[in-house]
């Protein structure tokens, strides 16, 4: 496995709410990115952080947010929820600064919203 | 235009079969290229890296034309655990990836 764990596995929120997905990278991984699945398609790139810093985003309006902590642990936060958001939210990291290199994904945290 | 893009799929073939799956991308100074493969409700996993050589991995061959900006994996003698949805991926900063073919090899 990648060492690499995220919490929860599931949940159900509802429009308009915030929520909070978090991460747990392997030791000495400094980058972390997350990316977001919908059915069907591709993980779309949200933003990484590097030592605790963005440093990347993708096409993400700014409710969705994240922070890095020192301990290698991460979350994803995101406020005002649509319907849109349900989703397969992935956490991924790497040894590196930036997220050009192999990166190793979490299992994921599935996200409904009614 | 998406900044990868794969053939749409899906793919269903027999066990033994050789199936070619094409990626295309649209940022020339990407320095990174890579097949994930991600099994079904499950999150990607590193199948191979590419290389501008051509690289082989048992019976996965994955190739990268950095003229053409395109990108293949062939998959030799299918086996039925090889279905799943083959994820082409592109890295400049950070990661993109393609919306995956999905393979189903069948008995």
């Known amino acids: 496995e990648t060492g690499v764990t995220q919490s929860p596995t599931h949940l159900i929120k509802t429009r308009g709410q915030q929520v909070t997905l978090r991460c747990s990278s392997q030791?000495?991984?400094?980058?972390v990115s997350w990316y977001q699945q919908a059915l069907g398609q591709g993980p779309q790139f949200i933003f990484q952080?590097?030592?605790?810093?963005?440093?990347g985003r993708g096409n993400f309006p700014p409710r969705f947010s994240g922070l890095q902590f020192p301990n290698y642990s991460s979350e994803l936060n995101v406020n005002a929820l649509e319907l849109d958001d349900s989703a397969l939210y992935l956490c991924?990291?790497?040894?590196?600064?930036?997220?050009?290199?192999?990166?190793?994904f979490g299992p994921g945290t599935r996200l409904l919203v009614l | 235009r998406k900044e990868v893009e794969q053939d749409p799929g899906p793919f269903n073939v027999p066990e033994g079969a050789t199936v070619a799956f094409n990626c295309t991308y649209s940022?020339?100074?990407?320095?990174?290229f890579f097949w994930y493969r991600q099994d079904c409700r499950k999150e990607p996993k590193l199948l191979m890296s590419?290389?501008?050589s051509g690289n082989e991995d048992g019976r996965f061959t994955a190739q990268l034309n950095r003229a053409s900006q395109y990108i293949s994996l062939l998959i030799r003698d299918s086996k039925l655990s090889d279905s799943a949805t083959y994820l082409c991926?592109?890295?400049?900063?950070?990661?993109?990836f393609g919306a995956g073919t999905r393979l189903t090899v069948k008995p």
């Open positions: 991924a990291s790497n040894p590196g600064r930036g997220g050009a290199e192999t990166q190793y």
């Open positions: 030791s000495g991984h400094n980058t």
């Open positions: 952080y590097y030592r605790e810093e963005e440093n």
């Open positions: 940022n020339s100074a990407s320095q990174s």
């Open positions: 590419v290389y501008s």
């Open positions: 991926v592109v890295g400049h900063n950070d990661m993109r």
